[in-house]
């Protein structure tokens, strides 16, 4: 099991239900592997000491390009670069986490509250190191086509 920063391992990074459902092996370069040590150690570290350990939780890290045309992510996503996360902190709406990341000196690219047409919500959150322009968003998806609108928070 390698850890990539002082809470996250590699193999929590790239878990995937869908991947184990569809037996897609998402298995990540030596550069994606950098790229969410970055993530890891910089953001998902820093979210995890600030909200109580047990209730943040990993949906989605790293994808395949295979995996991530099974889910529907863009074929832009940062998913595939290990350079994305989403995540759940229980109890704290998503919008709630966005805003408290915004007021904080954090490197990353984007930040998305997003909630689908079933009514599941989670934050996307992105590494982007020093210097990048900061994306904070609120993504929605109204309407059951699959189609998020997003809006700039």
């Known amino acids: 099991m390698l850890r990539l920063s002082k809470y996250f391992t590699l193999d929590q990074l790239c878990h995937s239900d869908t991947a184990e459902k569809f037996n897609i092996p998402n298995v990540p370069t030596p ?14 570290d820093y979210l995890y000491e600030w909200y109580a350990p047990s209730q943040l939780h990993i949906n989605c890290c790293f994808r395949c390009k295979e995996l991530n045309e099974k889910v529907g992510g863009s074929s832009t996503s ?8 989403d995540l759940t ?31 599941s919500e989670w934050l996307h959150v992105s590494y982007g190191g020093e210097g990048l322009q900061k994306d904070f ?10 189609k998020m609108e997003y809006k700039r928070v």
Do not use: F, R
């Open 137 to 146: 968003l609120i993504a929605t998806d109204s309407d059951k086509d699959g």
């Open 78 to 85: 940062e998913h595939l670069k290990g350079l994305a996360a």
């Open 89 to 119: 902190i229980e109890g704290i709406e998503p919008i709630e986490i966005l805003q408290a990341i915004k007021d904080v000196p954090l490197p990353v690219y984007q930040v998305i509250a997003e909630k689908n047409a079933k009514g």
């Open 31 to 44: 550069t994606e592997i950098h790229n969410m040590t970055l993530l890891a150690g910089e953001i998902l």
